[in-house]
């Protein structure tokens, strides 16, 4: 069992800043892939971005390439989602998931673990 749990979130300034950060229980997460998934009010989660268990392999959405970072600290058992230059449509609320095939999927379904979420909030 994994558990995984949000924190960083908040109300931003348009251009602004956030950092998440995911920390999860448990002995294996250098094993697990990461991602950083997101659900606006009225729509589907989608995946903001997700890095593979050596951290070496990464993916991005389209909307935030260029905007988004996603790092882990194996050591510290914790993925990092850093957020530079949001946007209102960055509004959402944004969840962290763990992959035992330690491959960065883009499909939710992939998943085997999901923290509670954490909201972000872009104001213009």
């Known amino acids: 069992q994994v558990q995984l749990v949000e924190s960083g979130g908040g109300l931003v300034q348009a251009g602004g800043s956030l950092r998440l950060s995911c920390a999860a229980s448990g002995r294996t997460f250098s094993r697990y892939a990461m991602g950083w998934f997101r659900q606006a009010p009225g729509k589907e989660r989608d995946v903001v971005a997700a890095i593979s268990w050596s951290g070496v392999s990464t993916y991005y959405a389209d909307s935030v390439k260029g905007r988004f970072t996603i790092s882990r600290d194996n050591a510290k058992n914790t993925v990092y989602l850093q957020m530079n230059s949001l946007k209102p449509e960055d509004t959402a609320v944004y969840y962290c998931?763990?992959?035992?095939?330690?491959?960065?999927?883009?499909?939710?379904?992939?998943?085997?673990?999901w923290g509670q979420g954490t909201q972000v909030t872009v104001s213009s």
């Open positions: 998931a763990a992959d035992l095939s330690g491959m960065p999927h883009r499909n939710q379904h992939e998943y085997d673990y």
